[in-house]
């Protein structure tokens, strides 16, 4: 990425800023989050409509791969929630992404990406309510944060697939 | 007087030699001259009679646990990739080993790639390997056409100059900041071991990073990996990299465009360093091979400073415990987690 380039996507994205909305990816395990975000639905709490939700087995079943390639491919932020430490349906695949995951947002904050574009959380099945919280929480964080322009892939100022 | 390394040269050749000859080993990795001043090549010495060809000095930058797991196939009887294991013991490799790379040994082994039983490591004490880059820029513009090495000192010589700097002053920043030059695993000691080294805060090249404010930090990744050409020569010299298809190499999904631009090199060397999680034992073997001259160490020395901070591990430091991210504590760290009060959570 030259400077040039990044200077300009930047202004282009600037100009856009007023009506400029995140697209948050988030990761959702079958077992707890994504029947946590169900809930919410059924419930009718609103929450921003910026997340797109992908149903993953586990949060251990989410690699750094998954979430560096949402990145490459424009995700303004991230959000990886399982079941409750304890209750996970595999008994210990969200232990072993808590091993996991503070070292990969360590690293990418090492390397300049901004703090709080990722984003890990528990939500149970039950807890609809807090689901939408967490999901207001992040999108204001990435609200606050802008485009995210770094690891982001551009060809010709266009956004790479 | 023989030189340090003279004398570790002839008991590798006296030991190697004795294995072959009584057949405890049917090979032995080591290293050869190079063909340049300054390098040393990995050899497999397979007879009692190449034994001679074996070399130890201060340039073995390379880690030769890297060839080990091929190499115990490459003795194996042949057999199709359906038959069964032979009966009987296998045959046994040796391999020379430092600190570093016997750490790797252990990782290997707690991976299943390498069977302890069938290794016999020939542990020496490492007194820090010399970076040919350091000493190049040294005598930037001269071409140096040979390099002799005393104890404490290294005398570079080229066509019209002669001259002996200090060895220390050029040895490789990953062997500045090592805690651990001796061997954890030995079955035939080469030489004398080495205590623990001691050093303050081995974490001291990170920390001035991380020192740094967001968008510096973002500079400097930009900066320091612009160059990257996509050899894979980090990867290829790394012991830890064993998959038989890298995920760089993957079409569906393609993880990482194998383009050079800037964001697809930036994720592949986060996503290399990151598979290197608990795993790395700072070898410096990719820094050494990189030929554009990228300090990619930086990233694994993070991952190391963060695997130890939160999970009190170094990889392979604990031959009988599992891998730092193969296993979990109900009460680990969780103070990253987002709560619906947009609070952060404590740990439990």
């Given at each position: 990425m030259t400077n040039q380039t990044n200077e300009t996507s930047e202004t282009n994205q600037t100009s856009q800023t007023s009506n400029w909305e995140p697209k948050i990816i988030a990761f959702l395990c079958n077992w707890c989050s994504y029947a946590g975000a169900d809930l919410a639905g059924v419930s009718r709490f609103q929450y921003p409509p910026n997340i797109r939700i992908v149903r993953v087995?586990?949060?251990?079943?989410?690699s750094e791969n998954m979430i560096m390639s949402a990145l490459k491919s424009g995700a303004d932020g991230i959000l990886i929630s399982g079941c409750h430490p304890g209750d996970c349906h595999y008994i210990n695949g969200n232990l072993f992404a808590r091993r996991r995951f503070p070292l990969l947002s360590n690293l990418l904050d090492f390397v300049g990406i901004e703090p709080g574009r990722i984003n890990f959380s528990w939500v149970s099945a039950s807890e609809g309510e807090q689901f939408a919280d967490i999901v207001k929480t992040v999108t204001e964080k990435v609200k606050a944060l802008g485009p995210a322009t770094r690891l982001v892939k551009k060809i010709d100022g266009r956004q790479a697939a | 007087m023989p030189t340090i390394n003279e004398k570790l040269t002839e008991e590798i050749r006296a030991k190697a030699k004795a294995l072959l000859a009584e057949g405890t080993v049917a090979a032995v990795i080591g290293y050869a001259r190079g063909s340049l001043p300054m390098t040393v090549k990995p050899t497999v010495v397979r007879t009692a009679d190449d034994c001679g060809k074996l070399v130890w000095n201060s340039?073995?930058?390379?880690?030769l646990a890297n060839y080990l797991p091929e190499v115990l196939k490459s003795v194996e009887p042949p057999r199709g990739p359906r038959d069964p294991k032979p009966e009987g013991p296998l045959p046994k490799v040796a391999v020379l080993a430092t600190g570093c790379w016997s750490r790797n040994i252990v990782v290997q082994t707690q991976e299943h790639q390498v069977d302890r039983d069938r290794v016999m490591v020939m542990g020496v004490a490492s007194r820090g390997m010399v970076s040919r880059r350091k000493v190049e820029a040294n005598f930037a513009g001269r071409e140096i056409l040979a390099v002799e090495e005393l104890d404490h000192d290294l005398v570079v010589k080229g066509a019209d100059f002669e001259e002996k700097i200090n060895r220390w002053s050029m040895v490789r920043d990953n062997c500045h900041t090592?805690?651990?030059?001796?061997?954890?695993?030995?079955d035939v000691r080469i030489g004398e071991p080495a205590s623990e080294r001691k050093n303050p805060n081995p974490f001291q090249q990170v920390d001035d990073i991380e020192k740094k404010s967001n968008d510096e930090r973002w500079a400097w990744f930009t900066s320091e990996f612009a160059t990257c050409i996509r050899c894979y020569a980090c990867r290829n010299a790394c012991p830890l990299c064993y998959c038989p298809t890298c995920f760089v190499d993957?079409?569906?999904?393609?993880?990482?465009?194998?383009?050079?631009d800037a964001v697809d090199t930036g994720l592949f060397h986060l996503l290399r360093a990151y598979h290197c999680a608990g795993r790395c034992t700072d070898c410096g073997a990719c820094e050494s091979v990189c030929p554009m001259g990228i300090n990619m160490r930086m990233l694994t020395k993070k991952l190391n400073k963060d695997v130890l901070d939160l999970y009190g591990m170094e990889a392979g430091m604990q031959p009988g415990s599992p891998l730092p991210l193969t296993t979990y504590a109900t009460n680990d760290p969780q103070k990253f987690i987002v709560t619906e009060a947009g609070a952060v959570k404590e740990g439990e």
């Amino acid at each position: 990425m030259t400077n040039q380039t990044n200077e300009t996507s930047e202004t282009n994205q600037t100009s856009q800023t007023s009506n400029w909305e995140p697209k948050i990816i988030a990761f959702l395990c079958n077992w707890c989050s994504y029947a946590g975000a169900d809930l919410a639905g059924v419930s009718r709490f609103q929450y921003p409509p910026n997340i797109r939700i992908v149903r993953v087995p586990c949060s251990g079943r989410v690699s750094e791969n998954m979430i560096m390639s949402a990145l490459k491919s424009g995700a303004d932020g991230i959000l990886i929630s399982g079941c409750h430490p304890g209750d996970c349906h595999y008994i210990n695949g969200n232990l072993f992404a808590r091993r996991r995951f503070p070292l990969l947002s360590n690293l990418l904050d090492f390397v300049g990406i901004e703090p709080g574009r990722i984003n890990f959380s528990w939500v149970s099945a039950s807890e609809g309510e807090q689901f939408a919280d967490i999901v207001k929480t992040v999108t204001e964080k990435v609200k606050a944060l802008g485009p995210a322009t770094r690891l982001v892939k551009k060809i010709d100022g266009r956004q790479a697939a | 007087m023989p030189t340090i390394n003279e004398k570790l040269t002839e008991e590798i050749r006296a030991k190697a030699k004795a294995l072959l000859a009584e057949g405890t080993v049917a090979a032995v990795i080591g290293y050869a001259r190079g063909s340049l001043p300054m390098t040393v090549k990995p050899t497999v010495v397979r007879t009692a009679d190449d034994c001679g060809k074996l070399v130890w000095n201060s340039f073995c930058v390379l880690n030769l646990a890297n060839y080990l797991p091929e190499v115990l196939k490459s003795v194996e009887p042949p057999r199709g990739p359906r038959d069964p294991k032979p009966e009987g013991p296998l045959p046994k490799v040796a391999v020379l080993a430092t600190g570093c790379w016997s750490r790797n040994i252990v990782v290997q082994t707690q991976e299943h790639q390498v069977d302890r039983d069938r290794v016999m490591v020939m542990g020496v004490a490492s007194r820090g390997m010399v970076s040919r880059r350091k000493v190049e820029a040294n005598f930037a513009g001269r071409e140096i056409l040979a390099v002799e090495e005393l104890d404490h000192d290294l005398v570079v010589k080229g066509a019209d100059f002669e001259e002996k700097i200090n060895r220390w002053s050029m040895v490789r920043d990953n062997c500045h900041t090592c805690t651990h030059p001796d061997p954890v695993l030995v079955d035939v000691r080469i030489g004398e071991p080495a205590s623990e080294r001691k050093n303050p805060n081995p974490f001291q090249q990170v920390d001035d990073i991380e020192k740094k404010s967001n968008d510096e930090r973002w500079a400097w990744f930009t900066s320091e990996f612009a160059t990257c050409i996509r050899c894979y020569a980090c990867r290829n010299a790394c012991p830890l990299c064993y998959c038989p298809t890298c995920f760089v190499d993957d079409a569906k999904p393609q993880w990482v465009g194998k383009s050079l631009d800037a964001v697809d090199t930036g994720l592949f060397h986060l996503l290399r360093a990151y598979h290197c999680a608990g795993r790395c034992t700072d070898c410096g073997a990719c820094e050494s091979v990189c030929p554009m001259g990228i300090n990619m160490r930086m990233l694994t020395k993070k991952l190391n400073k963060d695997v130890l901070d939160l999970y009190g591990m170094e990889a392979g430091m604990q031959p009988g415990s599992p891998l730092p991210l193969t296993t979990y504590a109900t009460n680990d760290p969780q103070k990253f987690i987002v709560t619906e009060a947009g609070a952060v959570k404590e740990g439990e």
